[in-house]
T-cell receptor, first 113, second 115 residues
């Protein structure tokens, strides 16, 4: 079945460091891919998405490119801030299951000043 | 962000109590979801409703009873819960009629503690 695998956390970085959170997926067909972010005490917020191969999603300085050849959708940011501390979830749309989302386990990011 | 609201935000209940969680979406969506988020476990999809009809029940125990009176409101009725049911319960919604639009929008969640 379809699945999402993302790197184990926690990830701890200093402010202004470069961030990469790896995400790979297994899917039949052509899913849409998403990154969600969950700040402490809150629900999940859509951070960015890509709907087809080679699409690049971007928002708030974060980027991810839909790579079909490597079945990956890695999240990157050039210079993280303390306010980026949160849990990040990679997800794909399961078109075989009425479009339900399949989530990775989440990666906790802590950014130190 | 007020697109999807959930009440209450925090709930403490005993194992013999009956309570309900409420979710409301103001986005004009037609599908609504309940998820359970426990510490150190992946997000678990519980129920899916599309145009008020339940389309998915992921083997959820009967002590959880969902209700969807219309496309904007979703409830989760709780009774005789167990301590392991303590978790963050998240509601989400989606527009299923929009082509190639699969993103879901989440509420802030209800933090449930069963004592």
């Amino acid at each position: 079945g379809n699945s999402v695998t993302q790197m184990e956390g926690p990830v701890t970085l200093s402010e202004e460091a470069f961030l990469t959170i790896n995400c790979t997926y297994t899917a039949t067909g052509y899913p849409s891919l998403f990154w969600y972010v969950q700040y402490p005490g809150e629900g999940l917020q859509l951070l960015l998405k890509a709907t087809k191969a080679d699409d690049k999603g971007s928002n708030k300085g974060f980027e991810a490119t839909y790579r079909k050849e490597t079945t990956s959708f890695h999240l990157e940011k050039g210079s993280v801030q303390v306010s980026d501390s949160a849990v990040y979830f990679c997800a794909l749309s399961d078109r075989g299951s009425q479009g339900n989302l399949i989530f990775g386990k989440g990666t906790k990011l802590s950014v130190k000043p | 962000e007020t697109g999807v609201t959930q009440t209450p935000r925090h709930l403490v209940m005993g194992m013999t109590n009956k309570k309900s969680l409420k979710c409301e979406q103001h986005l004009g969506h037609n599908a609504m979801y309940w998820y359970k988020q426990s510490a150190k476990k992946p997000l678990e999809l519980m129920f899916v409703y599309n145009f008020k009809e339940q389309t998915e029940n992921n083997s959820v125990p009967s002590r959880f009873s969902p209700e969807c009176p219309n496309s904007s409101h979703l409830f989760l009725h709780l009774h005789t819960l167990q301590p392991e049911d303590s978790a963050l319960y998240l509601c989400a919604s989606r527009a299923t009629l929009r082509v190639s639009s699969y993103e879901q929008y989440f509420g802030p969640g209800t933090r449930l503690t069963v004592t």
